[in-house]
């Protein structure tokens, strides 16, 4: 059997060295851009919320005020049924700009903090599926903005799994607050799926919370099984990593 010289080893073993540093130099680098790019997304929603609520609502509230300008002044009752018409299509218009700006972001969170805004987004999006939701969580937890919205986006991606794909009729939401960390508990008792056998299949919205909570240098764990359920365990210190504070 021929040996490999001496000295080609230490190459090879050079090599390899580098290219592993090469790696884990790249993957830092793609971490690091994919979080500047949520950062930079999460920073354009609320511009737009901020623009769609004070420009359009502006719009749509004179529009309100003079319909009821003209309905007091028109007698016919073929233009009144058409004015009332019209009254009906700016009311859903109004209806919808809401809807959009609490999707962009949530106003409860940015008034009331994340309990708060979470509690209401679990109520209203498990009432809509008709899944009976079981909140578990302290009503006084201050977080920081950048924390809060990090982790409400991802119990609303998680959320948004159970609903489009468990086929659930119970969801648990347990977070907790101790002032060393935050954590989370995400179960439902839907079907279930193996996560072992797809994680290199993941959807990006998996994908998106393991790495939220990454940058958060926290934990995230997902177990399930098929007819089993599913459960999402998110924890993250309190004090987030600098690099995670200023992105």
């Known amino acids: 059997m021929t040996q490999i010289p001496e000295q080609q080893q230490q190459q090879a073993a050079l090599n390899t ?7 884990e130099a790249r993957t830092r680098e793609l971490s690091a851009l994919s979080s500047h790019l949520q950062s930079l997304a999460e920073k354009e929603k609320s511009e737009l919320a901020r623009t769609l609520h004070d420009e359009l609502g502006g719009l749509l509230t004179a ?10 002044r028109v007698e016919k009752p073929e233009h009144q049924e058409r004015l009332a018409q019209l009254g009906s299509v700016l009311d ?3 209806g919808l700009k809401r809807r959009v700006v609490e999707e962009l972001r949530p106003s409860l969170l940015d008034h009331f903090g994340l309990t708060t805004a979470l509690r209401a987004y679990v109520d209203a999006a498990c009432a809509k599926a008709k899944i009976v939701a079981d909140i578990r969580m302290p009503e ?6 950048d924390m809060a919205i990090a982790l409400f986006r991802i119990v609303q991606e998680g959320l948004n799994n159970i609903v489009r794909h468990a086929d659930a009729q119970h969801v648990v939401l347990d977070f907790t607050a101790d002032g060393k960390e935050y954590a989370f508990t995400l179960h439902d008792d839907g079907r279930g799926f193996n996560p072992k056998g797809t994680r290199d299949s993941w959807p990006h919205g998996i994908m998106g919370m393991q790495h939220r909570v990454r940058a958060l240098g926290g934990r995230f764990s997902l177990d399930s099984a098929p007819g089993k359920g599913t459960t999402l365990r998110v924890a993250v210190p309190a004090a987030a990593p600098a690099a995670a504070k200023h992105k």
């Not at 529009?63 to 007091?72: G, I």
């Not at 006084?140 to 903005?145: E, S, V």
Request: glycine residues 8%.
């Open 17 to 23: 060295g580098e290219l592993d540093g090469l790696v």
């Open 63 to 72: 529009a309100k005020m003079d319909l009821s300008w003209l309905q007091s």
């Open 92 to 94: 859903e218009a109004m």
């Open 140 to 145: 006084d937890a201050a977080i920081p903005k």
